[in-house]
């Protein structure tokens, strides 16, 4: 079997060639011998070690060096080397020593075939060479002796990989010997070549196998002296060599080749060879990147003025890593007009060409930048630019066309109507566009041709209502609080002058903003809310503003125009009273409770002690006003106005007005008069709630507004609401004369500064008048309809009874009606609910109270919101029991009167014998016709006598009457006879013959005399409440017919 010399490593076992050129057999030992060779291994152990016991140490063997001819080759080739190796002080005492060589850097199958192995310098090949593709070892011995030198040549052919040493790959030959006492080493280095490239241009950075400047020259180093090179393209993915690029594109000089590029190039890659030593491999290769510049423009078409003359082109290289400078040049163009296209004034970037008339350079172009470009200043029509990089000469060119624009706005009405004070919309469409701007106002002139009147500019962005709260214009707060849009965008240059919108804008005559150009044209701030007045409105294309010969501001290209008139407003109007149940003033908040408030008012000029109170007020000019405080201070699109709210409203110059004040304290107690306290109240003393704003043509109004006070306790006054008071409350439009208070308020933070109140949209010199409305707080009580003499309610026990009665508590309060007869073992409850109160404070109900008997105690209990008001004792009666029945006791059966001189003397006792007081007329009526009556109120059980005592004017005979009531009648008869100082003639009338004697006085008394005694019975029996008629008793009484 083989014998592996100590320290060789195993190995793929190869042929290997001796100094001679023969091959080394292995060596392999016949069985015959293997016992006396054991032997032998013994006894040399048993000597060695003690050879060792008595002789020095070994040294360690020296590498004295490693050279390797053509110690450079190309990448990719294959090619043979020689490696030289000397080495001493070799000990072989113990066996062979071993030497590896080893190759570092190349791949594990460098070695082509097998390497020969040439070994002198006293030493010779101890067995087998062994190789496996990147290493090889082999064992040597000492020719005599136990220590020699070692000089070894080793011939190998290689594979070199495609990685240059120039990009940081290292290739070494390592050699080691190591024997009995050490080891030694020592190694020789290869450099394996590629072409390399590189720009012969300052300031570039070369990049390995890349070169990325067109119209430069091209260097290929490491070259072969004295050899032939060509330039051909090369596809690393293909085999071989591609075409040739033209031999004149390469000048060799020694080991340099320069490549002009400018005459043919084109991006690719590309190989410098002499066709056989420089292997077709992308290492020694470059890739040309050509500068290919390309100019896109961002709009082809423009307009030839305003925002859709802006565009911008876009630079875009193939040189991605860094900025470049672009000339920029248009055939009928000159530098100028190129320097303003491009916005040189305000693009520090943009420059002049030293000595150029026809082109300017953009500086630091990078890659995928846009520059911005105008066509504002240029007439219509094509314009062709030309680009080109200045480094490299890489060029483009655009081609962009200016025309008329074709965007439009038009308003949606010529005339916007809005009172004073109210909020107005203006719609406006734009077409072709997304933004465009309003000019407001700046129309009206004075003596000095300067406008006089408000101004303003809107940026408009889209298609938009624009929503202006007309009480707010010239004030300090936010734009989008006096202008808002329903879409879109709206913003107001005077009220944010800082808005993106307002930066192309430019003004004729050098301002640079519109607070240069009001104050320039003596258009100041405004002293108070707009008055009643005609503003124009144009919108225009885009913000250049001039000014037309007749000195009023236009837009340089005005698309429409229409009118914001502003009207008188109709001021305060009126205020009506109402009252509504007891509970908080806060209650109805939100639109969808409004019309549960307005569904529980009633009117009144007194209220019931702890209902509330609450004014319908109709205010014209607040809406502006009313609705901007809901933003600032409430919840925006609520509806309701809490007492803070309401305190800063009443603080605001705008001079509304509410005054309160109790107007009958009484001074013989020395009662204060209770005050009105809106800065010591709560909402749930005070609260106002308004309509939500309705919109009446192109304005939005808030037409009325519903003051809501409570009376429980003090409300909003110093001291307890009681039943009694009376109070007087003013509402109105405050005037002082202080007209101009804008300066004094400063509304950003919604205060008013204690300005003056005057209403702004009354002159100086208006005096209004306040509405004012009294009202009588009253104890809360409720009456019955039918009751007797003691108020006491007279119910029918029946199974559909009726009780009704009147209260003061305000219509929609929760009532309810308790029956209770507890005099029986088990008492008797009878609950009605749902009892609703009419406008006038009645109520009726009907109830099923068959249950109770005639005899029973029955109380009726009154409660509201379940708590009791009133409690009283009430009268059962019977199903057919009247409660009032006038029946006639007594009358008259007979009476004998002479014709127009003696009263009729006919008389009745009437008695109410139901069981509630009440008032009847009593008729006498003789045959169908009346011809006299009398009116009697009665308590229950109580009578009157009634006497009819008319002179009766009656032809003579007999005749038949009828005293009657609603409830009952009598008959009785009358007899006539003629009067005896006169005849009657053939018509039965007596007729006077003149020969009747004067009166001699021996009359016992005049008529009326006469009368007084059977009207005097009557009297005691008649009281003054009792007869009410047609001949009353009152003091004296009057007998028809008597009285001269």
């Known amino acids: 079997m083989s014998m592996t010399p100590p320290g060789s490593r195993p190995a793929e076992r190869r042929d290997a060639v001796g100094s001679a050129g023969q091959t080394v057999p292995s060596v392999s030992a016949p069985r015959s011998a293997r016992f006396g060779l054991a032997l032998c291994c013994v006894l040399a152990v048993v000597v060695g070690a003690l050879s060792l016991l008595a002789a020095p140490a070994a040294a360690d063997p020296t590498v004295d060096g ?37 190759l570092s850097g190349w791949p594990s199958d460098a070695i082509v075939g097998g390497p020969s192995v040439d070994v002198g310098g006293g030493a010779t090949i101890d067995g087998d060479v062994e190789t496996d593709g990147s290493t090889i070892t082999f064992d040597v011995d000492a020719s005599s002796g136990t220590t020699t030198d070692l000089s070894t040549t080793v011939d190998l052919t ?153 565009t911008s082109v876009r630079f875009d290289s193939s040189l991605q890593y860094q900025s470049f400078d672009v000339y920029v040049s248009a055939e009928t163009l000159d530098a100028d007009e190129l320097f303003e296209v491009f916005k040189g004034e305000e693009i520090r970037a943009v420059e002049h060409v030293y000595r150029s008339e026809s082109k300017i350079v953009i500086r630091g172009v990078e890659p995928g930048e846009e520059a911005p470009m105008t066509f504002e200043s240029l007439p219509e029509g094509t314009y062709n630019f030309n680009y080109e990089t200045v480094r490299t000469a890489a060029s483009d060119t655009t081609a962009v066309s200016a025309e008329e624009s074709d965007v439009d706005a038009e308003f949606g009405s010529d005339v916007y109507e809005v009172e004073a004070g109210n909020i107005v919309e203006i719609d406006l469409s734009l077409e072709n566009t997304n933004e465009a701007y309003v000019m407001v106002g700046g129309d009206r002139l004075g003596e000095d041709r300067a406008p006089t009147n408000y101004f303003d500019i809107l940026h408009v962005e889209g298609d938009t209502t624009i929503r202006i709260n007309t009480r707010l214009l010239g004030t300090n707060v936010l734009s989008e609080e006096a202008y808002a849009a329903e879409s879109g965008q709206v913003t107001s240059y005077l009220h944010d002058p800082g808005h993106e919108g307002f930066d192309d804008v430019s003004f004729e005559g050098g301002a640079s903003d519109l607070e240069g150009f009001r104050w320039v044209n003596g258009v100041g701030p405004l002293a108070r809310p707009l008055q009643p007045e005609r503003f124009r409105l144009v919108a225009g294309a885009w913000g250049s503003v001039t000014v037309r010969e007749d000195g009023v501001p236009d837009f340089e290209r005005p698309m429409d125009r229409s009118n914001l008139r502003i009207t008188d407003t109709d001021g305060f109007d009126n205020v009506t009273t109402y009252v509504a149940p007891e509970g908080s003033p806060s209650e109805y908040e939100g639109e969808d409770e409004l019309g549960e408030l307005e569904g529980s008012l009633t009117q009144r000029r007194t209220v019931a002690k702890g209902d509330r109170l609450v004014f319908e007020v109709e205010a014209d000019g607040l809406t502006g006003l009313v609705s901007w405080l809901d933003e600032r201070l409430g919840e925006g699109e609520d509806i309701e106005i809490d007492h803070g709210t309401l305190e800063t409203l009443l603080e605001f110059p705008d001079g509304f007005m509410l005054e309160a004040e109790q107007t009958n304290p009484d001074s013989n107690t020395g009662e204060r008069a209770a005050k009105f306290d809106l800065e010591g109240s709560t909402d749930g003393d005070l609260y106002m709630v308004h309509e939500p704003m309705a919109q009446n043509g192109s304005q939005f109004v808030i037409d009325r507004y519903y003051l809501v006070l409570d009376t429980r306790d003090s409300g909003p006054f110093d001291r307890e609401i009681e039943a009694g008071d009376e109070y007087r409350f003013r509402f109105g439009y405050a005037a002082t004369g202080e007209t101009d208070w804008f300066e004094t308020v400063d509304h950003a933070a919604v205060e008013p500064n204690d ?139 007979a009476r004998t009167v002479t014709r127009g001189e003696t009263p009729a003397n006919v008389s009745a006792t009437v008695e109410n014998t139901g069981h509630v007081p009440d008032g009847q007329s009593v008729t006498l009526s003789v045959d169908g016709g009346t011809i006299d009556s009398r009116t009697l109120e009665l308590e229950e059980g109580e009578s009157a006598t009634v006497a009819f005592d008319d002179p009766v004017d009656l032809d003579p005979g007999e005749y038949t009457y009828t005293i009657a009531t609603a409830d009952d009648d009598v008959t009785g008869q009358l007899t006539v006879e003629p009067n005896g100082s006169g005849s009657e003639n053939g018509n039965g009338n007596e007729t006077d013959t003149g020969d009747e004697p004067a009166d001699d006085g021996s009359d016992d008394g005049s008529p009326l005399e006469n009368l007084l005694g059977p009207l005097g019975g009557l009297l005691g029996g008649i009281g003054a409440r009792h007869a009410i008629g047609s001949a009353a008793l009152v003091g004296v009484i009057h007998v028809l017919g008597y009285w001269s």
Request: net charge negative.
């Open 755 to 893: 300005a003056a109140p005057h209403f702004p949209y009354y002159d100086a010199h208006a005096d209004p008048r306040p509405e004012t409305r009294l009202v009588t707080v009253e104890e809360r009580s409720v009456e019955y309809n039918r009751t007797d003499s003691r108020d006491r309610p007279v119910i029918r026990v029946t199974d559909e009874s009726t009780l009704s009665g009147r209260t003061n508590l305000a219509p929609g309060t929760e009532i309810s009606i308790q029956l209770v007869a507890d005099n029986r073992t088990e008492p008797i409850r009878a609950t009605i609910d749902d009892i609703d109160i009419a406008e006038d404070g009645s109520f009726s109900v009907t109830r099923d109270l068959s249950e109770f008997g005639l005899d029973d105690e029955i109380d009726v209990e009154f409660y509201v919101d379940q708590k009791l008001l009133e409690k009283r004792p009430a009268v059962p009666i019977g199903a057919d029991e009247p409660f009032v029945d006038y029946e006639i006791a007594d009358h008259t059966e």
């Open 158 to 310: 290689l594979e070199h990989p495609l990685a240059a040493s120039v990009d940081d790959n290292d290739y070494s030959v390592d050699v080691e010997v190591d024997d009995t006492g050490g080891s030694d080493e020592d190694s020789a280095g290869v450099t394996l070549e590629r072409v390399t490239y590189s720009t012969n241009k300052d300031g570039f950075d070369s990049v390995p196998g890349v070169v990325d400047q067109r119209g430069l020259e091209i260097e290929a180093s490491n070259l072969e002296s004295g050899t032939d090179y060509a330039l051909y393209e090369f596809d690393p993915d293909e085999e071989g060599l591609g075409d040739q690029v033209p031999a004149a594109s390469v000048r060799t000089d020694g080991t340099t080749a320069t490549i002009e590029t400018s005459p043919w190039a084109e991006s690719g890659r590309y190989i410098v060879s002499d066709g056989e030593d420089v292997v077709p491999a992308a290492d020694n290769s470059f890739r040309l990147r050509v500068d290919e510049l390309t100019a896109t423009q961002a709009d082809g078409t423009v307009d030839s003025g305003g925002p859709g003359a802006e």
């Open 66 to 102: 490693v050279t390797i001819e053509d110690d450079s080759a190309w990448i990719g080739t294959e090619e043979s080397h020689r490696i030289d190796i000397e080495a001493s002080g070799i000990n072989t005492t113990d066996g062979p020593a071993t030497v590896t060589v080893e």
